[in-house]
């Protein structure tokens, strides 16, 4: 099986005999590299349908065969993975072994490991933020940034606060069954529209419930240090202001594809991310929940190859960004509201309360959450108990 041996990226990591294993598989071939980083609990497989898009096979590369076939060579080699704590990657037992930044060194492990000088990094969900931080710590070998369904980390990665997160999370907890947990998570991952329709005679949330249980049940559950570790790379994960300006001045093309009916990171997020990285920045927005990926496969596979062509073209930042600057902030092409804060005191109140009310809601949720896992934890022992019969006097 082909795997990288990631050195000690950190102190932490000096605790793993042997280094932390990463496993990859490789597609295509080509000078075009791309990396591909998948997201919360994902594996590397989850990248089917942008592998099938980009180069036409899902059949991985015999690993006998060269890595790089030459500076001049035509087609797409796509490198996709599974981050330390899930599939058959090394799964290290502290949280403080997972952050994005750590993550991050590890794929840059990997291109080493490879040959690949340059690549262009594609993210997804928390994929998107261990690119973005891969982009901060060597720019120069990144070609494009392409972050999918992102997210700013910390509170930014709590989903907003209504009936459908709250069942969700009241069922997710419930959950103790492979059966249980697919359906929970396939209404977390797509849109009622893409799960109710027919594929033949059957429906699309049959035919993804089935794959999701068989997958399970072949590869198991992800472990709870990996499921911890990896929560706590999201809830670390933060761009700095320094940070961002980095990857601007790097002038790294960057696209921002995201589902709108995205329950877990929010739209409002990405489109602020956006302003923030004007004008390197494109974003799209397409109907779809936070695997728009699966959803609206063409679309999204279209949107990656035209920011590789951009930069093979060398377009320039102005004449790819789809964002324009006008008195009352930035717009996107066609939308009507503002990207990010303007500079009036009226609207700066407005963002103070909404911020308040945020944080307000987060610490509901968690109220919330903590009171259902008491409850769970209460009612467990009375699940054992037993009633005695007892004989009737005569």
């Known amino acids: ?184 998570d396939l209404e977390v991952h797509y849109t009622k529209e893409f799960l109710d329709e027919k594929v033949g005679s059957r429906s699309r949330r049959e035919i993804l419930h089935q794959e999701y249980v068989k997958g399970i049940s072949s590869s198991g559950m992800q472990s709870n240090h990996g499921f911890e570790g990896q929560i706590n790379a999201c809830w670390t994960h933060k761009l700095t202001r320094d940070e961002l300006d980095q990857i601007r001045s790097a002038g790294i093309l960057v696209s921002i594809i995201h589902g709108r009916d995205d329950i877990i990171a929010r739209l409002c997020n990405a489109r602020r991310l956006a302003g923030k990285l004007y004008p390197v920045a494109r974003i799209v927005e397409l109907h779809g929940g936070h695997l728009v990926s699966h959803e609206r496969s063409d679309e999204v596979n279209m949107s990656l190859m035209e920011l590789i062509r951009a930069t093979q073209s060398k377009l320039e930042p102005e004449k790819w960004t789809n964002l324009t600057v006008n008195d009352e902030g930035w717009l996107l092409s066609g939308f009507t509201g503002p990207l990010t804060k303007r500079n009036d005191d009226g609207v700066k109140w407005l963002l103070l309360v909404y911020s308040v009310l945020a944080k307000l809601q987060l610490i509901l949720l968690f109220i919330f959450g903590v009171i259902l896992v008491i409850y769970e934890c209460i009612k467990r022992p009375f699940r054992s108990l037993k009633p005695v019969r007892v004989a009737a006097l005569t």
């Open 1 to 184: 099986m082909p795997f990288c041996i990631v050195s000690k990226s950190s102190k932490e990591d000096e605790g793993e005999q042997g280094g932390v294993r990463i496993f990859y598989q490789r597609y295509g071939h080509g000078s075009t590299k791309v990396l591909l980083i998948i997201g919360f609990a994902g594996t590397y497989d989850s990248w089917t349908p942008q592998i099938k898009g980009l180069v036409g096979t899902t059949e991985p590369n015999d690993e006998e065969t060269p890595a790089d076939f030459g500076e001049e060579s035509e087609g797409i080699e796509i490198c996709c993975f599974d981050n330390r704590g899930i599939g058959r990657s090394s799964i290290p037992t502290k949280k403080s072994q997972y952050t994005t930044v750590i993550m991050a060194k590890d794929a840059l492990a990997l291109m080493d490991h490879l040959g690949w000088k340059k690549a262009h990094i594609f993210g997804h969900s928390m994929g998107s933020m261990i690119a973005s931080k891969l982009a901060t710590i060597a720019p120069n070998r990144v070609l494009s940034l392409a972050l999918l369904n992102t997210s700013g980390g910390g509170f930014e990665c709590c989903p907003k606060l209504n009936h459908q997160t709250l069942s969700l999370a009241y069922r997710f907890l419930r959950a103790k069954t492979p059966e249980q947990r697919a359906i929970v």
